[in-house]
């Protein structure tokens, strides 16, 4: 079986993605979000995911099998991603797209590293985000860095899971990420 290195945005997203994804691909996930804002808000969804994925159940085989994100969480860096989106950050698409290839080059370059057959992304489970942005970046990356990017349409699925995970009683956010995002909502 393949495996993709799934780039994490947040818990409900990991956990449809993984619904989505489970039994297709072995799936090892990346935690790389600096444009996560504030950095309390950063702290409660790391801490989900990292409580989500420590411990998974696996429907097609209804067995239990054990993931760990902390060897594949990046250093909080709000700074950084601030400054690479500082003279459009105004602008909603292309904040959007650049947040996009900022956070699937790192996850690109960790899946080369860590000779990962696949590298995709949470962000494609949810129908607020921009698909036809995110393949498109994904595939560009892709033949840039010298890996595989797999694009999977998660949508048709995304209120179902999203009301699933809210049973588990974990934290689930109001916003995409960012302090624009925040202040748009």
Known sequence: MKTVLLHTCCGPCGFSATKFLNGEFNIKYYWHNPNIQPPEEYEKRLNVAQKLFSLIVDPVRDTVSRC??????????EKEWLLKIKDIAKQKDKRCAECYRLRLMMTAQKSKELRIDFFSTTLLISPYQQHDILKKTGEDIARQVGVNFYYYDGRPNFYKNLNEFKKSGLYTQKYCGCMFSKNEK
């Open 68 to 77: 760990d994100i902390s060897n594949g969480v990046d250093d909080y860096n």
